[in-house]
């Protein structure tokens, strides 16, 4: 019954939305956003589904289960619910749903009782719609919304501390590593994108020379990356990478290259689990992963509980130092032939 209306209403086939619903091969995407507008618009509202009753089910979508920071994130809902009847289902994106809205979607379809999404790619206009009927937070969205509520950190303010710190230490040419600036991750707005505005406005306040450096998304392209400048530095170089998993390239390599801390300090940003861990011992910009999860599940179930008013939380990040980052020293050049010393 469910795909004879969805087809009626988009006024396509029932081969055509059987086709959107599982994803197929072949549909073109005018048709797959043809349906999926219709089947979204037709989505109970929040006085029917107060009607049927609640679900007792919160739905949690985040990009990927490969950074760690989520996780974070996770823990503090599921803190969060503790002595409640909620429960979590939680819907990764992925990387071959980066286009659109799917997990979301998923989770709608479910009849959750509210969501809180991660994703920075669903338009505003989408999110607005969807919200009108089920109840909705979106972290990491620097924007008023009218239906839903955001939740965020101060990424201006975190960038800021994490040059400030470098600086602060001694250093002077001060690199932000961050994700390619011709994705969607840094568009104005997004928390990279923010780290990107708090990045040069703190190094122009300093008297500084901006450098910026856009790789891949993965810790591999962090590390080719961090490697083409560290190679040609004649000189300590300070690196504020725009997450943890990027970091974690930049320091391989510094190993590569055999430069202590004071030759090339690096800052992260997230101040996850494995920053924390005295092996690693990085240098990073905490905005309480755990803190903002539980946050996220009160004003979610601020929502079901009837406020409409739309709500936009702001939370202070703070620079953890540890063991990465040091005061600047010189290059030391070995002779050309020469290998490097094994790690002690």
């Known amino acids: 019954m469910r ?5 009626r209403r988009a006024g396509v086939s029932r081969a055509a939305v059987s086709k959107v619903i599982r994803d197929a091969y072949g549909v073109s995407p005018a048709m797959r956003a043809k349906v999926r507008d219709r089947r979204n618009s ?3 509202r929040v006085s029917a589904r107060g009607m049927r009753g609640s679900t007792y089910t919160l739905g949690f979508e985040i990009p990927s289960v490969s950074n760690h920071f989520f996780p974070k994130i996770i823990t503090g809902a599921t803190g969060a619910l503790a002595g409640t009847r909620y429960q979590l289902i939680i819907a990764p994106a992925g990387p071959e749903h980066d286009e659109g809205p799917q997990a979301i979607e998923v989770l709608a379809d479910r009849q959750v009782d ?3 999404a991660i994703s920075s790619r669903v338009p505003t206009e989408w999110l607005e719609n969807l919200a009108r009927g089920v109840p909705l937070v979106m972290i990491g969205r620097h924007h008023a919304a009218v239906h839903y509520d955001t939740l965020v950190g101060d990424d201006v303010s975190g960038a800021t501390l994490a040059v400030q710190h470098l600086y602060d230490l001694g250093h002077r040419r001060i690199i932000h590593l961050t ?8 568009v104005p707005g997004t928390p990279h994108g923010q780290r990107v505005v708090g990045y040069r406005q703190a190094i122009a306040r300093l008297g500084l020379d901006e450098e910026i450096v856009w790789v891949g998304p993965t810790q591999e392209a962090a590390r080719v990356g961090a490697l083409e400048v560290l190679a040609l530095a004649d000189g300590p170089v300070g690196i504020f990478a725009a997450h943890d998993e990027l970091a974690l390239g930049v320091l391989q390599a510094v190993w590569e290259l055999r430069l202590t801390p004071g030759q090339a300090s690096v800052v992260g940003y997230d101040d996850t689990d494995v920053a924390a861990h005295p092996y690693m011992s990085l240098t990073s910009i905490n905005q309480s992963g755990t803190q903002m999860g539980a946050i996220a599940v009160r004003l979610l179930l601020e929502r ?3 406020r409409t008013d739309s709500v936009h939380e702001v939370l202070t990040p703070k620079v953890m130092s540890r063991n990465t980052t040091a005061a600047p020293q010189p290059r030391v050049h070995r002779p050309a032939g020469t290998a490097p010393a094994p790690p002690s």
Do not use: F, N, S
């Open 304 to 306: 079901i509980a009837g």
């Open 179 to 186: 994700l390619d600036k011709a994705g969607p991750d840094t």
């Open 3 to 7: 795909g004879i209306e969805d087809a």
């Open 42 to 44: 037709y989505r109970p």
């Open 114 to 116: 509210g969501i809180v």
